[in-house]
């Protein structure tokens, strides 16, 4: 997938809700105010019976991973040499100390303050696993590409913008304490904030990739017998449309479609654009693209919440029959959409990757 297609991944994004919404007979035009009105609203009560399937469902679909790592023979995974952990590394560490305390105490004179720490708390994470993969490598994006690093800052907000989009129509999160921001107040606050996504995200899939135990399971194991092609790539358009369509229309059933459309839209477009692409590795045997990048979706997203905890400015859950057994604010079962959020962030960022560091990525 190239950046050229970025226009037309929005404009299915953005249509395909609001026809849902329009099918359903009401109104579009609360959906297109902006800043958006914080909604907090009364999720459905607790299905026992989705709760149960969804945890044997995930059970599941995680055993033959599990499996594969507990039994690939170890005499075969070689580590990598260390270096001496960089001095910006322990700045990282010492400001990540600070600013976590900070956004868990309540000294009153910090109350201003304490609204703005979830940026400082994850530009200190983002330096601290640039640092950990330089230690491991040699090298990270930091330090190998800096202006792409920075370049990631813009597109991450850009990139999560979408969701809050999505958002609005299954009204899942809301932020605490509610503020009436004026338009550009909004804008430069909530993309400050979400610009932090995908620098913290490639950084911890870098990390991640520096360990063989992790990887080489995954490189050469079971080959997925399907074939790329047009077919497939319009195939999964149409999926995705049709799933964002739906969360216009009953969006207390479909609301986890949010995370799940994106995905297949990014997919379909890169079966038909690309030759290497994510189920091309697949194919190979080849399933890095998709543990590596889903694990730092779960490392980022268990921190995301943990912080969030006991933030001044936070956000908490709606989720429809399955608000029940919490981690942090989230349900235990909301997780398991860090998974396809990890997949989907790396595809997005290797739509931006220079060339020649995409091919590495690859081999």
């Keep these: 997938m190239r950046p050229s297609h970025i226009p037309l991944l929005l404009l299915f994004i953005f249509i395909a809700p609001l026809l849902g919404i329009w099918l359903s007979g009401e109104s579009i035009l609360p959906y297109l105010h902006y800043p958006p009105r914080s909604t907090q609203t009364t999720p459905e009560k607790v299905s026992w019976i989705l709760l149960a399937g969804g945890v044997i469902f995930l059970g599941l679909c995680s055993t033959p991973f599990l499996m594969r790592l507990l039994t690939f023979p170890r005499t075969s995974i070689t580590g ?23 956004a868990w105490s309540r000294i009153t004179w910090l109350d201003s303050f304490q609204l703005h720490t979830f940026t400082p708390l994850w530009l200190s994470y983002i330096l601290l696993v640039n640092a950990c993969t330089a230690m491991q490598t040699g090298r990270c994006l930091l330090l190998s590409k800096p202006n792409y690093f920075l370049f990631l800052f813009p597109v991450s907000a850009g990139f999560w913008w979408v969701f809050e989009y999505l958002n609005r129509f299954v009204h899942n999160w809301y932020y605490l304490p ?71 229309i009953w969006p207390s059933r479909m609301y986890w479609l949010i995370w799940i459309s994106p995905l297949l839209l990014l997919l379909g477009i890169q079966t038909l654009q690309e030759r290497t692409s994510l189920l091309g590795k697949l194919q190979e045997g080849d399933w890095r693209p998709v543990i590596t990048p889903a694990l730092a979706g779960l490392i980022c997203g268990f921190f995301w919440e943990l912080w969030n905890s006991q933030s001044l400015a936070h956000w908490e859950y709606t989720i429809p029959y399955l608000q029940a057994f919490h981690i942090f604010e989230m349900p235990i079962l909301g997780y398991a959409g860090y998974i396809p959020f990890g997949i989907e962030c790396f595809l997005v960022i290797e739509i931006f990757l220079p060339p020649e560091t995409r091919q590495e990525r690859h081999q």
């Design 80 to 102: 990598c040499k260390k270096n001496p952990f960089p001095a910006w590394g322990w700045i990282a560490i010492t400001s990540l100390i600070i600013f976590w305390i900070i």
């Design 178 to 248: 509610v503020n009436e921001f004026e338009v550009l107040p909004y804008f430069l606050f909530g993309s400050l904030c979400f610009s932090t996504v995908l620098p913290a995200i490639y950084g911890t899939y870098e990390l991640l990739a520096t360990f063989p135990i992790i990887n080489e399971p995954f490189k050469a194991w079971r080959m997925v017998n399907v074939k790329p092609g047009k077919g497939l790539g319009w195939t999964f358009l149409v999926i995705a449309t049709l799933g964002l369509v739906g969360i216009g």
